[in-house]
């Protein structure tokens, strides 16, 4: 169901037409949505040091403010193939926890422009700690039951969703 809305949506702004098989992937069965009751969700996929997932982000964010539909609901999920994969999920969901979504966009800069590949638990925290967040109030929430539990139900998503690649 995202992926169609996703190909009405594209063809609605730009007139190209997208082709199963070729732009997206049918799921197969079909998954649940993770959109709010009432919403059709879209799932963009992503992790932090893709460059593509970073060129893409302001393109995403854009529709996601001006352009996509009323009843349509916009979910990140980030990538959990391997384990600098799945600790980048757990900076996006440590940005969630803390409530400072303009981090986002920092990670994202921090990586792919600034070369800091942000792969140990040291290099995240200084991060962190540049950007106003105490040592232990990112310790707390990196390490928390929440994030940890937002990493293993993304971990399920990512499986049932059959996720290879970003973006």
């Known amino acids: 169901l995202a992926a169609g809305l996703l190909a009405v949506t594209a063809r609605g702004t730009s007139g190209a037409e ?21 919403k059709i969700g879209v799932v963009a996929v992503f992790w932090y040091a893709c460059g593509h997932c970073y060129m893409l982000e302001p393109k995403l964010e854009a529709w996601n403010q001006k ?9 990140r999920l980030p990538a ?20 400072k979504p303009g981090l986002h966009d920092e990670v994202f800069r921090e990586i792919n422009v600034k070369g800091n590949r942000m792969d140990t638990p040291e290099k995240l925290e200084a991060f962190f700690v ?8 990112f310790q ?3 390490s928390s039951f929440a ?21």
Not at 67 to 75: D, K, Y
Not at 80 to 99: C, D, Q, S
């Open 67 to 75: 352009g996509r539909a009323a009843n349509v609901q916009l979910i």
């Open 130 to 137: 540049s950007h106003g967040v105490s040592k232990v109030e």
């Open 18 to 38: 997208l082709t199963e098989g070729k732009d997206y992937k049918l799921l197969k069965p079909a998954q649940p949505s993770e959109a709010a009751p009432g």
């Open 80 to 99: 959990t193939w391997n384990p600098v994969v799945k600790m980048h999920a757990r900076v996006f969901y440590t940005i969630e926890l803390l409530g």
């Open 147 to 167: 994030v940890e539990s937002k990493v293993l139900h993304a971990e399920d998503l990512n499986r049932r969703y059959r996720i290879t690649g970003t973006p």
């Open 140 to 142: 707390k929430a990196f």
